[in-house]
C-alpha cells in the first residue's frame, strides 16, 4: 500500500507564501491525492484533489491562494499570501483499493 | 449544504463497546460510499474503516479489523460504527466523512471516544 511522507513542521511569514510537500512512496507515484486543512480545535477541512498531471480541484469556498503543484512523486500545496487563518495542520490522504492512507501532518505556522 | 453529524462516544472501560453514529444530510446517502477516521490526542489522522454505497462492501484498517464494524441505514441517512473489545489505544476522535471520487470531500465535526478504566 502507498505510503505519504510529509515534513512535520513549516513556518513562513505573514503575507509570503509556503509550499507544503507531500511525497508518494516508490510505486505509487502515479497516484491522485487530496489535501485537508485542520485549523486548531476543528475537524479538517476538505482543500483539494490533487492529479499525478498537475491538475487540481479546490473544494468549495476554498481561496484562490491555495493551489497545487505535482513533480513525480511530490504533491505539493501551496499558498500565497499567508493570512494568520492559515495556521493549520496540513494532512494528504490517497487511497488504494481496500485501503486508504493519510501523511503525518504538517504543522504550519505563520510567523 | 452537506452535514455530517457524529454522536454515540464517550468514556468506556477497556473491552467495553460503542456505537457511533453518523446523520447525514444535504446529499443523496445513498450513491455516496462512506468512511471513519479517528485522530489520537495530539496526534494525526488515521484511517478506520470504509463502506460501498449499498453497504455491501466495507473494508477495515488492520488495527481494528475482527473489533470494529462498519455499516449504513440508507432509508435513515445514517452511518454506523460499532466498536467492540475497546483499547485504550481506541481513544480518539472519531470523524466519518463523505467520499467523493474516492477522496473524502466532507468531514463531520467527530465524537470522542475516551477507553479508561
Known amino acids: 500500500q502507498p505510503v505519504l511522507t510529509q515534513s512535520s513542521s513549516a513556518s513562513a511569514s505573514l503575507g509570503s507564501s509556503v509550499r507544503l510537500t507531500c511525497t508518494l512512496s516508490?510505486?505509487?507515484?502515479?497516484?491522485?491525492i487530496a489535501w485537508h486543512q485542520q485549523q486548531p480545535g476543528k475537524a479538517p477541512r476538505y482543500l483539494m484533489k490533487l492529479e499525478n498531471s498537475g491538475r487540481y480541484n479546490k473544494g468549495s469556498g476554498i481561496p484562490d491562494r491555495f493551489s497545487g503543484l505535482t513533480s513525480g512523486p511530490d504533491r505539493y500545496l501551496t499558498i500565497s499570501n499567508l493570512q494568520s487563518e492559515d495556521e493549520a495542520d496540513y494532512y494528504c490522504e490517497t487511497w488504494d483499493s481496500n485501503t486508504r492512507v493519510f501523511g503525518g501532518g504538517t504543522r504550519l505556522t505563520v510567523l | 449544504e452537506v452535514q455530517l453529524l457524529e454522536s454515540g462516544g464517550g468514556l468506556v472501560q477497556p473491552g467495553g463497546s460503542l456505537r457511533l453514529s453518523c446523520a447525514a444530510s444535504?446529499?443523496?446517502?445513498?450513491?455516496?460510499?462512506m468512511t471513519w477516521v479517528r485522530q489520537a490526542p495530539g496526534k494525526g489522522l488515521e484511517w478506520v474503516s470504509s463502506i460501498g454505497e449499498s453497504g455491501a462492501t466495507t473494508y477495515y484498517a488492520d488495527s481494528v479489523k475482527g473489533r470494529f464494524t462498519i455499516s449504513r441505514d440508507n432509508s435513515k441517512n445514517t452511518l454506523y460504527l460499532q466498536l467492540n473489545s475497546l483499547r485504550a489505544e481506541d481513544t480518539a476522535l472519531y470523524y466519518c466523512?463523505?467520499?467523493?471520487?474516492?477522496?473524502?470531500?466532507?468531514w463531520g465535526q467527530g465524537t470522542r471516544v475516551t477507553v479508561s478504566s
Open positions: 444535504g446529499f443523496t446517502f445513498s450513491s455516496y460510499a
Open positions: 516508490s510505486g505509487f507515484h502515479t497516484y491522485i
Open positions: 466523512t463523505k467520499l467523493v471520487e474516492s477522496y473524502s470531500g466532507h
